[in-house]
């Protein structure tokens, strides 16, 4: 449910790409994070001091040839121990406007209609929010940060190979 995956696809050799990209570090709200390598595949890791901190994603790179081009899939993730509590508050949502409805069809009663929808929807906008400065915040910039350091290593990658070409 709070899983995010992008793609990108780049016109330079995987090789290339993963190659600069490994030992990247970003910065995202004064939280540094580095792109390392693990088994084929790069994760973006908060550094060491905010490791024990879960609110970050957990962001996962996985760069794909294609011919000449490298497809970049971006997957970020909830940590388990952070969504149990947004799967619990959107469950209470879910259940007090059913009960909303159902003391709208049988009791006839618009104060506790209103009122169950009311907090339901409080409760969800809370919540809304909440991740959308939060946890979706990062995977945005994230990804953004990610997205922006491929095509810089791009353009540095065909202007290396166009002066060798030209020399």
């Not at 996985?62 to 970049?72: H, R, S, V």
């Not at 929010?129 to 350091?149: E, H, P, S």
């Not at 290593?153 to 202007?159: K, L, P």
């Amino acid at each position: 449910m709070f899983t995010r995956t992008h793609q990108y696809r780049f016109p330079i050799p995987k090789e290339h790409l993963k190659y600069r990209l490994v030992g990247n570090h970003l910065t995202i709200h004064s939280h540094e994070f580095a792109v390392l390598e693990d088994e084929q595949i790069l994760s973006i890791m908060p550094n060491v001091e905010e490791l024990h901190d879960s609110r970050f994603p957990i962001t996962q790179l996985e760069l794909k040839e294609e011919g000449n081009k490298t497809a970049m899939i971006i997957t970020s993730k909830m940590p388990v121990n952070e969504a149990g509590g947004q799967i619990v508050a959107l469950t209470f949502c879910v259940f007090f406007f059913i009960a909303s409805l159902i003391s709208l069809y049988f009791g006839h009663d618009p104060i506790v209609t209103i009122t169950l929808c009311a907090i339901s929807l409080a409760v969800f906008l809370f919540l809304f929010i909440r991740l959308q400065l939060g946890y979706f915040d990062y995977v945005r910039k994230i990804q953004a940060n990610l997205k922006d350091a491929s095509e810089q290593i791009t353009t540095d990658v065909r202007r290396q190979l166009f002066k060798h070409k030209r020399a």
